[in-house]
């Protein structure tokens, strides 16, 4: 019986040429998102995706409010742990 093999068959060597495979790929997006020239996402100006922007940007807003009040509860009844231990409360 043959053994199975999870790799192909060709070697791997310093002196390989065949590149990554960007060669031949279109330079359509930059840092900043695609240029325009091709339809990359949906329209900027499309109601609705801006509506789900929107509120996917409270709700981010809301999860940070959220860990804020956590960790300032937190460090508060540490303090108040440490407090009441040292001055024997």
């Known amino acids: ?7 192909p068959e ?14 031949g790929r279109p330079n359509s997006y930059s840092f900043n998102g695609p240029n325009g020239k091709h339809d990359g996402f949906a329209s900027s100006s499309d109601p609705e995706l801006k509506r789900k922007r929107r509120v996917a940007a409270y709700n981010v807003f809301t999860t940070e409010a959220k860990l804020k009040s956590s960790v300032r509860n937190s460090v508060k009844w540490i303090k108040t742990k440490f407090t009441n231990i040292r001055y024997g409360i």
Request: hydrophobic share 15%.
């Open 10 to 23: 060709y070697s791997y060597s310093s002196s390989y040429s065949g590149g990554l495979g960007y060669e």
């Open 1 to 7: 019986m043959e053994k199975s093999r999870s790799f």
